[in-house]
């Protein structure tokens, strides 16, 4: 069975640094593209970040220019560098990917979340 596991989060001041981290483990035949979401309290999960299979980054919103988003495919791990932190990023970060298993096709994966919170 294919799972998604984030660490990482935490309490910082604004103007600081976390880096995220998510772990897919289980039978896996090939990760494709894979997500950093976000849901703060009240508010619609939105996409923070993606990278392809390829490499290929993609940022949204306030992430770009702070934000960066790599994956190592060996491990199949994915990280999220955040920099300069605001309190607006605080939120429940949520890592995503969309993986092929043997035997039981392509699907849309999730981790449970990390708390990010950002003090002013």
């Known amino acids: 069975q294919v799972q998604l596991q984030e660490s990482g989060g935490g309490l910082v001041q604004a103007g600081g640094s976390l880096s995220l981290s998510c772990a897919a483990s289980?039978?896996?035949?090939?990760?494709?593209?894979m997500s950093w979401y976000r849901q703060a309290p009240g508010r619609e999960r939105e996409q923070v970040a993606r990278?392809?299979?390829?490499?290929?980054?993609d940022y949204y919103g306030s992430a770009e220019g702070r934000f960066t988003i790599s994956r190592d495919n060996v491990k199949n791990t994915l990280t999220l560098q955040m920099n300069s932190l605001k309190p607006e990023d605080t939120a429940i970060y949520y890592c995503?990917?969309?993986?092929?298993?043997?035997?039981?096709?392509?699907?849309?994966?999730w981790g449970q979340g990390t708390q990010v919170t950002v003090s002013s």
């Open positions: 995503y990917a969309r993986i092929t298993a043997p035997n039981s096709g392509t699907h849309d994966y």
């Open positions: 289980g039978s896996i035949f090939r990760v494709g593209t």
């Open positions: 990278v392809t299979g390829g490499g290929t980054a």
